[in-house]
């Protein structure tokens, strides 16, 4: 499968670095509009610079292709991936879908409307701790999701765009978290409250920190505190999760995820207690291809097979509406319901 790949600076690393690997995708050509990182990355990767392009539409006439990688800045996907959709080329893209809800539910429809596929990159679905939280509450072992809590500590200097966000925090990073709690969850959100601020130190124009409750259509209810301008003590990127469930508790702390059942109610010092069975750890599942990697894999069998993929524009728009329905809460100071 012969793809062009529009963005190839900043996060453009990472696909460039998974289709190289590939053995069943390869570059058709490239696009990048600023000369510098052309230039740059041409040098970098061995690319030829006759076939990095200023425009998708120019990489359109002088090459054929099977599909697109989009890796543009938020507000440039929806151009980018629904002049390729119109080309009737499917689309790996970068998360988030879009910059804007109107844009995301553009693209989403142009998805539906063309019959082609648009796969968006949550790359943190397909990670080793995500597949074992997910096979954990899959399982039945722990019963019923009841509550999660997540928590989210770190403090990039990534400069662009980034820091020019209204809401980096929560459209750029969190979007992670939100959409693996649907992904844990298989549920969507019906009402959120949220409220977000920046502290005085941040080096970000918008909203860098934000607390948030969301109440999912199965009962289950999350909460989430985070900062992408905290100072020490940080979290992993994959963040900190508890889940309160029925027969007991799964805890993920620094990537390791802990597992306590409850065995039962017995005799205590003066009133019944909760009786537990030892603390376990459980080991990450194994994965062959994982993060950028596997989402390749999948978008290469989802083209060649005429499917969609686990995080299609049909499915993600999901993710886009409860990220911005929290942004929704957070200008309003209003509870949102979706």
């Not at 096979?135 to 019923?144: I, K, Q, R, W, Y």
């Not at 925090?169 to 977000?196: C, E, K, N, P, W």
């Not at 039962?264 to 990450?284: D, F, K, Q, T, Y």
Request: glycine share 8%; aromatic share 8%.
């Amino acid at each position: 499968m012969k793809v062009i790949q529009v963005g190839i600076g900043g996060m453009g690393n990472a696909w460039l670095h998974a289709v190289g690997k590939s053995e069943v995708v390869d570059f058709a050509g490239f696009v990048e509009i600023n000369d510098d990182i052309a230039r740059q990355q041409a040098e970098a990767y061995g690319l030829d610079p006759a076939r990095i392009y200023p425009s998708l539409p120019a990489a359109l006439e002088a090459v054929a292709a099977d599909a697109v990688i989009n890796v543009t800045p938020p507000q440039f996907h929806r151009e980018v991936t629904v002049c390729a959709l119109e080309a009737g080329l499917p689309v790996m893209q970068e998360k988030p879908l879009a910059g804007n809800l109107e844009d995301a539910r553009a693209i989403a429809a142009a998805a539906e409307d063309t019959g082609v596929l648009c796969s968006v990159a949550q790359n943190y679905r397909y990670l080793p701790l995500s597949q074992t939280i997910k096979n954990v509450l899959d399982s039945g072992e722990l019963g019923a999701v009841a509550a999660l809590n997540i928590a989210f500590y770190k403090g990039p200097h990534f400069g662009g765009f980034r820091e020019e966000m209204a809401h980096p925090l929560i459209v750029d990073m969190a979007i992670h978290q939100f959409d693996a709690m649907r992904y844990f969850l298989g549920s969507d959100a019906v009402t959120i409250s949220a409220r977000s601020w920046n502290p005085p130190w941040s080096w970000y124009a918008g909203d860098a920190s934000a607390s948030v409750h969301i109440s999912f259509a199965n009962g289950a209810q999350a909460s989430y505190t985070g900062s992408w301008c905290s100072q020490a003590l940080e979290t992993t990127w994959n963040a900190n999760w508890r889940f309160e469930c029925e027969h007991g508790v799964l805890l993920v702390e620094d990537d390791k995820v802990v597992l306590q059942k409850l065995l039962g109610v017995g005799e205590g010092p003066g009133a019944l207690v909760n009786v537990h069975e030892e603390r376990r750890e459980v080991p990450l599942v194994h994965m062959e291809r994982m993060a950028q990697d596997y989402l390749l894999g999948e978008f290469y069998g989802a083209v060649t097979q005429g499917t969609l993929t686990g995080t299609s524009a049909q499915d993600n728009i999901k993710t886009m509406e409860l990220v911005f329905g929290i942004v929704r809460a957070c200008d309003s100071g209003q509870p949102v319901t979706l």
